[in-house]
């Protein structure tokens, strides 16, 4: 894929802003949504290979984003990061069949292997 | 392809305690799945080889070899196969492997029986999906646990 495309969710601003400025530097489209609700109007107006997305959110959080995105966009990997990580958020995550799970503090090199490594995965199992 | 079948679907249980897989066995056996069970991680690829499965059970301490470590390659064998692990002691890192690994479900132990039915329910659902088998059965049991 020439210009993969991220949508990246997260409540805090510096995240948004280092994910942004870092995958634009990778040459992905990316777009950032700072609630569940505002990334699923951007999910309705553009087209995006990969979700990232927070757990703990004001409002919508990652959990309850990630069920509506997998009844809408049922192929749409999904990664989910958090500062709060716990076996029964992993175990909801795993069920809600997210592609990984990805705890914070996290080096941005190592989450863009993951993410890489599952937009990958997406294409091989949809050729 | 649609198959007439006689069960649920097919489970492997795979766990060193006998009385866990008994008991696993004879609850899975009276909800209407077809039941088999293994001891250790060789046991388990033994039995994967002689029949098909939908899904399988399978406990992360065994005595020949992690369950999370077998996993891999177990699906890399039957992709199609639907794998729940199970533990007494689970760590965020151990989800995140099984998750990694391919896993469909993860449950911990001690559980419910209401939560492996439902688990199993969900887990033999998605095989036949991915296998692209539609199941005729009309005749399930009620649960007698």
């Not at chain 1, 919508?60 to 029964?88: A, C, F, H, K």
């Amino acid at each position: 894929m020439e210009h993969p495309s991220i949508l990246v969710v997260d409540d805090e601003l510096l995240i948004r802003d280092l994910l942004y400025d870092f995958f634009q530097g990778q040459g992905w489209e990316i777009a950032v949504a700072e609630s569940g609700e505002k990334a699923l109007e951007i999910l309705r107006e553009k087209k995006v290979d990969v979700l990232l997305t927070d757990l703990r959110m004001p409002s919508m959080d990652g959990m309850v984003l990630t069920s509506q995105v997998r009844r809408e966009y049922p192929n749409l990997p999904v990664v989910i990061m958090t500062g709060y990580p716990s076996v029964d958020s992993a175990v909801s995550a795993l069920r809600a069949r997210v592609a990984d799970y990805i705890t914070k503090p996290f080096s941005v090199n190592d989450l863009y292997k993951r993410v890489e490594s599952h937009l990958r995965s997406q294409e091989e199992g949809t050729e | 392809m649609t198959i007439t079948k006689t069960s649920d679907g097919r489970v492997l249980v795979t766990d060193d305690e006998p009385g866990i897989r008994e008991d696993l066995a004879d609850y899975l056996s009276n909800l209407g799945y077809e039941v088999a069970t293994a001891a250790d991680a060789a046991g388990a690829l033994d039995r994967l080889s002689q029949a098909e499965y939908d899904v399988l059970l399978l406990d992360d301490m065994l005595p020949d070899e992690t369950g999370l470590d077998t996993l891999p390659r177990l699906l890399d064998l039957y992709p199609d196969l639907s794998v729940i692990m199970m533990t007494g002691y689970p760590t965020i890192k151990s989800v995140i492997a099984a998750m990694r690994r391919g896993a469909c479900d993860f449950v911990v132990k001690p559980f419910e029986l209401n939560e492996l039915k439902t688990a199993v329910e969900r887990a033999a659902r998605r095989s036949r999906w991915h296998s692209g088998r539609t199941v005729t059965d009309s005749h399930r049991p009620e649960p007698t646990v």
